[in-house]
């Protein structure tokens, strides 16, 4: 009996608690010297994106979905929740060149 | 166009030769940087002033925006370094050929005008990008300059490939 109590509490151990994977993450995301910095490789619903933006020049995070379209003046810094899943390719509105991906999953 | 634009493009690359020698210096760099971009935003304003189509009005738009950016940031640090720029040959072709082009498309309106301006943009940002990469670039001693140099032809870069989109409309 001892050994299954002993089992079972091992067992609760390694199961995730809910509440610590639900919790939504802040990743930051850098713009300098006109490219995107590396995007998050886990990226969820409720997550959101710092958008920093280290150029002298006036960017945005512009999605080609259109689910969101962030402005980013010369040395901003701007924050916002990912809604949904799914890949979505976004540029810069202002130099179409800068380009990403985010993958939501 | 391509007559008013071929004589400074020539001297741009007569002047690289020249300079290639010992190299252009920082201060030469910083001058003609800067009056690479003073000319460019003359020209957007000139643009803005005399176009009515939004294609090239946002792209007009878009040239003011980011070459005064890059104009300020260049300011900032000559400031900073102590350095003078130093007026030379290429940024006089530069001038000259500008002023000839800003003469040309003061005649011209409507999409005429609109043609001139974006394919002299289109000329004008090759000449620019090539002096930079091959010549100005290199030649840069201080980090903080070729830093600012190479971003700006990536920000260049995309300038052409901007005018070069506009331009295929426009014909």
Not at chain 1, 52 to 62: G, M, P
Request: aromatic share 6%.
């Amino acid at each position: 009996m001892r050994t299954l109590y002993s089992l079972c509490a091992a067992a609760a151990l390694l199961l995730p608690v809910p509440s610590a994977a639900a919790a939504p993450h802040t990743y930051t995301v850098v713009i300098d010297k006109m490219k995107f910095g590396p995007v998050p490789a886990q990226l969820h619903p409720g997550d959101s994106i710092l958008w920093v933006n280290r150029d002298f020049l006036r960017h945005s995070a512009t999605a080609a979905d259109h689910s969101f379209d962030v402005d980013l003046p010369a040395g901003a810094k701007v924050k916002m929740v990912v809604k949904a899943k799914g890949r979505i390719n976004f540029v810069c509105r202002y130099h179409p060149g800068m380009r990403g991906v985010l993958n939501v999953q | 166009m391509k007559l008013t634009f071929a004589l400074p493009a020539a001297l741009l690359v007569m002047a690289a030769p020249a300079m290639a020698a010992a190299g252009p210096t920082d201060p030469q760099i910083a001058h003609i940087a800067y009056t690479a971009g003073s000319i460019d935003i003359a020209a957007g304003k000139q643009a803005l002033a005399r176009s009515h189509n939004k294609a090239v009005r946002g792209f007009a738009e878009e040239m003011v925006r980011d070459h005064k950016a890059v104009n300020d940031k260049a300011l900032a640090l000559v400031k900073k370094l102590h350095v003078t720029p130093e007026d030379n040959a290429t940024s006089q072709a530069l001038t000259k050929g500008a002023a000839a082009e800003r003469a040309k498309l003061a005649k011209l309106s409507g999409a005429a005008f609109d043609r001139e301006y974006v394919n002299n943009e289109v000329a004008y940002h090759k000449t620019v990008n090539g002096a930079l990469e091959n010549t100005l670039i290199p030649s840069a001693k201080n980090g903080e300059l070729k830093s600012l140099l190479e971003t700006g032809l990536t920000l260049f870069r995309e300038h052409l490939a901007h005018a070069e989109m506009i331009a295929k409309g426009l014909t």
